[in-house]
């Protein structure tokens, strides 16, 4: 039973662009969010979190928007690097559960 | 400034023979300390997790163990390698009542 999913393994995206990853939650008590941004070889590296009382958040270039009637959250990148080229995983919890239930990753390419 | 170690950064190990992975946390007191292990081309799975001295969660029923000799020292072990225990492993820590996790920069265990 995967509590948390992102549905597209793969995504490509021209430098300069809009990338907007999503992920999809199943259980509703869930009430905070995080992404995470990996390179080969390395560990994840935190990227940005959302409450489940506000349906959006800004640092930067990230902004990730959360639906919680259609349990559904999405990071934008904007506008896309090179660097910014990894895997993004999304990751739910209940507070202050201690656990994180991680999506399986989306693989994000930007083309220069 | 809290930071988190793993090494070795990278092994090879034969099958059937034992394995000690180590984590440790400086800058923070009585952080929660997690094992994750990333198989190729998969997501992140949980396999321990750990509150406190001696208090050790296991998720995943499998060849693995951990300990936690000290507060900020986390330990994944085997008796016997398997084929199936090679991948990427990350050790992570949270602040208490936090919910987001930092991450170490891994050890990419191959087992022969």
């Known amino acids: 039973d995967q509590q948390v999913k992102q549905n597209s393994p793969s995504l490509r995206v021209q430098e300069g662009r809009i990338s907007i990853l999503n992920c999809d939650y199943t259980?509703?008590?869930?009430?905070?969010f995080l992404w995470y941004k990996k390179y080969p070889a390395e560990g994840p590296t935190f990227l940005i979190s959302i409450s489940s009382i506000k349906d959006k958040n800004e640092d930067g270039r990230f902004t990730v928007f959360l639906n919680k009637s259609a349990k559904h959250l999405s990071l934008h990148i904007v506008p896309s690097q090179p660097g910014d080229s990894a895997v993004y995983f999304c990751a739910a919890a209940l507070q202050g559960a201690q656990k994180l239930v991680f999506g399986q990753g989306t693989r994000l390419t930007i083309n220069p | 400034s809290q930071t988190i170690h793993q090494w070795p950064a990278t092994l090879v190990q034969p099958v059937g023979s034992p394995l000690s992975l180590e984590c440790t946390v400086e800058?923070?007191?009585?952080?929660?300390l997690y094992w994750y292990r990333q198989a190729a081309g998969r997501g992140l799975q949980l396999l321990f997790y750990?509150?406190?001295?001696?208090?050790i969660s296991s998720e995943v029923p499998q060849n693995l163990s951990a300990s936690r000799p000290q507060d900020r020292q986390f330990i994944l072990s085997s008796k016997k390698l398997l084929l199936s225990d090679s991948g990427f492993y990350l050790c992570?820590?949270?602040?208490?009542?936090?919910?987001?996790?930092?991450f170490g920069p891994g050890t990419r265990l191959l087992v022969l």
């Open positions: 259980n509703s008590m869930f009430d905070y």
């Open positions: 992570a820590w949270s602040g208490d009542f936090q919910e987001t996790q930092y």
């Open positions: 750990s509150v406190g001295i001696g208090q």
């Open positions: 800058g923070t007191s009585n952080p929660n």
